[in-house]
Protein backbone atom coordinates (compact mmCIF):
# COMPACT_ATOMS: atom_id res chain seq x y z
CA UNK A 1 0.00 0.00 0.00
CA UNK A 2 1.21 3.22 -0.97
CA UNK A 3 0.26 7.04 0.86
CA UNK A 4 1.13 9.71 -1.19
CA UNK A 5 0.80 13.22 0.48
CA UNK A 6 2.20 17.30 0.32
CA UNK A 7 -0.08 18.36 -3.14
CA UNK A 8 -1.14 21.79 -2.49
CA UNK A 9 -1.50 24.93 -3.40
CA UNK A 10 1.40 27.41 -4.75
CA UNK A 11 2.38 29.74 -6.45
CA UNK A 12 4.73 29.87 -9.41
CA UNK A 13 8.30 29.93 -8.47
CA UNK A 14 7.29 28.53 -5.59
CA UNK A 15 8.34 24.94 -4.11
CA UNK A 16 6.91 22.01 -2.61
CA UNK A 17 7.59 18.59 -1.32
CA UNK A 18 5.92 14.93 -1.94
CA UNK A 19 6.30 12.33 0.47
CA UNK A 20 5.43 8.86 -0.01
CA UNK A 21 4.93 6.12 2.52
CA UNK A 22 4.75 2.09 1.55
CA UNK A 23 3.56 -0.05 3.97
CA UNK A 24 3.17 -3.76 3.76
CA UNK A 25 6.21 -5.79 1.53
CA UNK A 26 8.55 -2.79 1.59
CA UNK A 27 11.63 -5.42 1.58
CA UNK A 28 10.92 -7.07 -1.88
CA UNK A 29 10.50 -3.06 -3.61
CA UNK A 30 12.76 -2.50 -6.40
CA UNK A 31 11.92 0.90 -7.55
CA UNK A 32 9.84 3.58 -6.74
CA UNK A 33 8.92 6.90 -8.60
CA UNK A 34 6.37 9.23 -9.19
CA UNK A 35 4.05 9.95 -12.49
CA UNK A 36 1.73 12.71 -12.71
CA UNK A 37 -1.71 13.62 -15.06
CA UNK A 38 -2.67 16.89 -15.95
CA UNK A 39 -6.42 17.70 -17.07
CA UNK A 40 -7.16 16.39 -20.25
CA UNK A 41 -3.47 15.15 -20.58
CA UNK A 42 -1.96 11.46 -20.52
CA UNK A 43 -0.46 10.47 -17.69
CA UNK A 44 3.45 10.60 -17.72
CA UNK A 45 6.75 9.69 -15.83
CA UNK A 46 8.31 12.23 -14.09
CA UNK A 47 11.06 10.51 -12.11
CA UNK A 48 11.97 6.94 -10.94
CA UNK A 49 14.87 5.55 -7.93
CA UNK A 50 15.93 2.22 -8.63
CA UNK A 51 18.86 1.16 -6.78
CA UNK A 52 21.41 3.72 -7.63
CA UNK A 53 19.92 5.32 -11.17
CA UNK A 54 18.00 8.63 -10.56
CA UNK A 55 15.86 8.98 -13.82
CA UNK A 56 13.79 12.64 -14.98
CA UNK A 57 11.59 13.90 -17.33
CA UNK A 58 13.33 16.19 -19.54
CA UNK A 59 10.98 18.83 -18.08
CA UNK A 60 11.59 18.83 -14.64
CA UNK A 61 15.42 18.52 -14.49
CA UNK A 62 17.48 20.83 -12.63
CA UNK A 63 14.33 21.33 -10.84
CA UNK A 64 12.56 18.27 -8.91
CA UNK A 65 14.86 15.89 -7.01
CA UNK A 66 13.68 12.38 -6.19
CA UNK A 67 15.15 10.80 -2.79
CA UNK A 68 14.75 7.08 -1.66
CA UNK A 69 14.72 7.62 2.45
CA UNK A 70 14.64 4.53 2.61
CA UNK A 71 12.44 1.03 2.05
CA UNK A 72 9.58 2.62 2.54
CA UNK A 73 9.64 5.83 2.14
CA UNK A 74 9.91 8.22 -1.13
CA UNK A 75 10.33 11.84 -1.77
CA UNK A 76 9.50 14.18 -4.27
CA UNK A 77 11.57 18.44 -3.98
CA UNK A 78 10.19 20.42 -6.60
CA UNK A 79 11.54 24.13 -6.94
CA UNK A 80 10.45 26.75 -9.16
CA UNK A 81 7.25 25.50 -9.96
CA UNK A 82 5.16 26.53 -12.70
CA UNK A 83 1.60 26.17 -13.70
CA UNK A 84 2.44 23.58 -16.12
CA UNK A 85 3.36 21.27 -13.24
CA UNK A 86 -0.13 21.57 -12.31
CA UNK A 87 -1.39 17.51 -12.16
CA UNK A 88 -2.01 14.71 -9.46
CA UNK A 89 0.97 13.25 -9.01
CA UNK A 90 0.94 9.70 -8.06
CA UNK A 91 3.47 7.59 -6.27
CA UNK A 92 4.53 3.64 -7.60
CA UNK A 93 6.15 1.05 -6.43
CA UNK A 94 7.51 -2.32 -7.99
CA UNK A 95 8.39 -5.45 -7.35
CA UNK A 96 9.55 -8.98 -9.36
CA UNK A 97 6.03 -9.38 -10.28
CA UNK A 98 4.05 -5.84 -9.78
CA UNK A 99 3.18 -2.14 -10.01
CA UNK A 100 1.63 -0.71 -6.96
CA UNK A 101 -0.10 2.94 -6.44
CA UNK A 102 -0.62 5.40 -4.71
CA UNK A 103 -3.98 7.34 -4.52
CA UNK A 104 -2.17 10.34 -6.05
CA UNK A 105 -1.76 13.88 -4.51
CA UNK A 106 -3.02 16.84 -6.60
CA UNK A 107 -0.67 19.90 -7.03
CA UNK A 108 -1.61 22.97 -8.21
CA UNK A 109 0.39 26.24 -9.38
CA UNK A 110 -1.31 29.50 -9.81
CA UNK A 111 -1.08 33.00 -9.16
Known amino acids: QLQASGGGLVQPGESLRLSCTAS????????MGWYRQAPGKERELVAL?????RRYADSVKGRFTITRENKSMLSLQMTSLSPEDTAVYYC?????????WGQGTLVTVSS
Open 92 to 100: YAVDATQTY
Open 24 to 31: GRVFSING
Open 49 to 53: STGYV
